[in-house]
């Protein structure tokens, strides 16, 4: 069981938009700190999406957003292509375990 | 370029220890934190530690706290994470990952360890 909830898969068609929550409680999004969002490509390490809750790292096509609110986070994904068939995950910090945390990932699949 | 190479993967018996590492370049190693991640076979991403190579400052998860031990060397650029007893739940694959601190996320990622662990 994830400190974070998320879906465990998502769906979509090529160019449509799709979000991921991230739901988490008190401790950690609803203590204010940051969600961090990963994408891992089928056989490959995670790679920074979203940090702070809302920003991309240089070369993420802005085709990804975050947004942040209470105690829980979204990924939003517009224009849906083939290659963001992915797993990805949200993380953020929790006070209470003195530690990060990860959620337990979404499944896309675009169909 | 900022690169984390880890150490190639690893068979082993229960029972085995084991330390395997991952190697920073192109950044301050000494002034960023350095994460270790686990990914079981099919599961998703665990957070098990993290490092600050300046000093050793290092925290663990509840879940992996006993469990393993994070280490550095910061003469050698390398952050280590060992195990004394293995056991066959520890197979996996085990990625490092480096973070300006607790709170920024985790922004270049090692290409993983892959450890199996079976009799």
């Known amino acids: 069981q994830s400190v974070l909830t998320q879906p465990p898969s998502v769906s979509g068609a090529p160019g449509q938009r799709v979000t991921i929550s991230c739901t988490g409680s008190s401790s950690n999004i609803g203590a204010g700190y940051d969600v961090h969002w990963y994408q891992q490509l089928p056989g490959t390490a995670p790679k920074l999406l979203i940090y702070g809750s809302i920003n991309r790292p240089s070369g993420v096509p802005d085709r990804f957003s975050g947004s942040k609110s209470g105690t829980s986070a979204s990924l939003a994904i517009t224009g849906l292509q083939a290659e963001d068939e992915a797993d990805y995950y949200c993380q953020s910090y929790d006070s209470s375990l003195s530690g990060c945390v990860f959620g337990g990932g979404s499944k896309l699949t675009v169909l | 370029e900022v690169q984390l190479v880890q150490s190639g993967a690893e068979v082993k018996k229960p029972g085995e220890s084991l330390k395997i590492s991952c190697e920073g370049s192109g950044y301050s190693f000494t002034t960023d934190w350095l994460a270790w991640v686990r990914q079981m076979p099919g599961k998703g991403l665990e957070w098990m530690g993290i490092?600050?190579?300046?000093?050793?400052?290092?925290r663990y998860s509840p879940s992996f706290q006993g469990q393993v031990t994070i280490s550095a060397d910061k003469s050698i650029r390398t952050a280590y994470l060992q195990w004394s007893s293995l056991k066959s739940s520890d197979t996996g694959i085990y990625y490092c990952?480096?973070?300006?601190?607790?709170?920024?996320?985790?922004?270049?990622w090692g290409q993983g360890t892959r450890l199996t662990v079976s009799s």
């Open positions: 490092i600050y190579p300046g000093d050793s400052d290092t």
């Open positions: 990952a480096r973070a300006y601190d607790m709170l920024t996320g985790l922004w270049h």
